[in-house]
T-cell receptor, first 114, second 112 residues
Framework: EAQVTQNPRYLITVTGKKLTVTCSQN?????MSWYRQDPGLGLRQIYY???????DKGDVPEGYKVSRKEKRNFPLILESPSPNQTSLYFC?????????????FGSGTRLTVV | KQEVTQIPAALSVPEGENLVLNCSFT??????LQWFRQDPGKGLTSLLL???SQREQTSGRLNASLDKSSGRSTLYIAASQPGDSATYLC???????????WGAGTKLIIKP
């Protein structure tokens, strides 16, 4: 089944403790992206990657890191999490093409930083 | 700058009614437009994708239309059911890159 898999689904951590949220897709998509969703603010893009070893900042990159060493994986790293990073996080992927393909989203990771 | 607006922000209707959700965008230079459904605290499920060259797409009881010239898309839901209750989001993909511009969503409640 074609899908984007995020782990973990739920995570509670303490301020300053480094964490990684994994994202993997099995559709051979070039493009991958991370979003956070907060009440009243909607979906905001954190980082995106156009292909392996190519990443760029989205609208809210502060406090986050990403890497794209393999096409299928795009982990989100919080080096020193803070309470304002408590949010619902989504990973998404899409393919290139003249017609413009749609996005597939993971099931989300609910992160709480205390 | 592309902006996406969804009206109404919330909608509550009795079961069985046909309904229309609206999405408008300010820049007609889009690659495609995608409608998503989100259940509370859950992920985003893609419902319909309309390419910039298309006028509409249908899936079951759902029909999405696109009018680029007027900057509008509508999501038509026929014979609504309580299971259709969710937040519906539209997102526009820019022609120049992969970035999605999101509407704020319409929260739909279907009353039994």
């Amino acid at each position: 089944e074609a899908q984007v898999t995020q782990n973990p689904r739920y995570l509670i951590t303490v301020t300053g403790k480094k964490l990684t949220v994994t994202c993997s897709q099995n559709m051979n998509h070039e493009y991958m992206s991370w979003y956070r969703q907060d009440p009243g603010l909607g979906l905001r893009q954190i980082y995106y990657s156009m292909n392996v070893e190519v990443t760029d900042k989205g609208d809210v990159p502060e406090g986050y890191k990403v890497s794209r060493k393999e096409k299928r994986n795009f982990p989100l790293i919080l080096e020193s999490p803070s309470p304002n990073q408590t949010s619902l996080y989504f990973c998404a992927s899409s393919s290139q093409g003249e017609m413009g393909y749609g996005y597939t989203f993971g099931s989300g990771t609910r992160l709480t930083v205390v | 700058k592309q902006e996406v607006t969804q009206i109404p922000a919330a909608l509550s209707v009795p079961e069985g009614e046909n309904l229309v959700l609206n999405c408008s965008f300010t820049d007609s230079a889009i690659y495609n437009l995608q409608w998503f459904r989100q259940d509370p605290g859950k992920g985003l499920t893609s419902l319909l994708l309309i390419q910039s060259s298309q006028r509409e797409q249908t899936s079951g009881r759902l029909n999405a239309s696109l009018d680029k010239s007027s900057g509008r898309s509508t999501l038509y839901i026929a014979a609504s059911q309580p299971g259709d209750s969710a937040t519906y989001l539209c997102a526009v993909r820019r022609s120049s890159n992969y970035q999605l511009i999101w509407g704020a969503g319409t929260k739909l409640i279907i009353k039994p």
